[in-house]
């Protein structure tokens, strides 16, 4: 059973840079298996927002919204995958999530979610 | 950008009822919807997936059907534990992921 968590910071100041990791554990990030690994967030109230995906041989895609402000990076051999977003500001404060891509593009696995707020 | 509309936004229902939840894309997107279920705290958990495949361990009845820019999610008889927020996502395209804006399912 594949499991996802993340881990960084919950409080980042404004203009600074949010950093994040996800841990994959139950299989290997480089397994192919045409899953892709991603990040999303959610905002109170809201529907999960995509941030971004990278795939293990480093391809990415980023949300146009955020696409300035982001890189996914992959680490195989930690098993994670990580997510800077630079000048944050209190709109990018949200509960990040990450997950698994299953080759159709629905998301089966998620992790658990972790709350960061931007504020000095 | 495709935009994914859902309704009702709130629905009360009662432990038995039948309940139905609509979501419209703004372009086609052919089958490729998925529904999920969240619970305050806790993240998204996968129900449906190509708008009408039950997702392993999900209960039988829970079924969406739906195709083009038209989708449903239908519980056939709400369990206590079936009221969360609900929310339809579109995977039409690799370049964007997209979810409604959710349906709090809540007790009556």
């Known amino acids: 059973q594949v499991q996802l968590q993340e881990s960084g910071p919950g409080l980042v100041k404004p203009s600074r840079t949010l950093s994040l990791t996800c841990t994959v554990s139950g299989g290997s990030i480089s397994d192919g298996g045409g899953y892709y690994w991603t990040w999303f967030r959610q905002h109170p109230g809201k529907g999960p927002e995509w941030v971004g995906y990278i795939y293990y041989g480093g391809n990415s895609y980023y949300s146009p919204s955020l696409k300035s402000r982001l890189t996914i990076f992959i680490d195989t051999s930690r098993n994670q995958f990580s997510l800077k977003l630079t000048s944050v500001t209190a709109a990018d404060t949200a509960i990040y999530y990450c997950?698994?891509?299953?080759?159709?593009?629905?998301?089966?696995?998620w992790g658990q979610g972790t709350l960061v707020t931007v504020s000095s | 950008d495709i935009q994914m509309t859902q309704s009702p936004s709130t629905l009360s229902a009662s432990v038995g009822d039948r309940v139905t939840i609509t979501c419209r894309a703004s372009?086609?997107?052919?089958?490729?919807l998925a529904w999920y279920q969240q619970k305050p705290g806790k993240a998204p958990k996968l129900l449906i997936y190509k708008a009408s495949s039950l997702h392993f361990g999900v209960p039988s009845r829970f079924r969406g059907s739906g195709f083009g820019t038209e989708f449903t999610l239908t519980i056939s008889s709400l369990q206590p534990d079936d009221f969360a927020t609900y929310y339809c996502q579109q995977y039409n395209s690799y370049s964007e992921y997209t979810f409604g804006q959710g349906t709090k399912l809540e007790i009556q």
């Open positions: 997950a698994r891509v299953e080759s159709d593009g629905y998301l089966a696995y």
């Open positions: 372009l086609s997107i052919s089958d490729w």
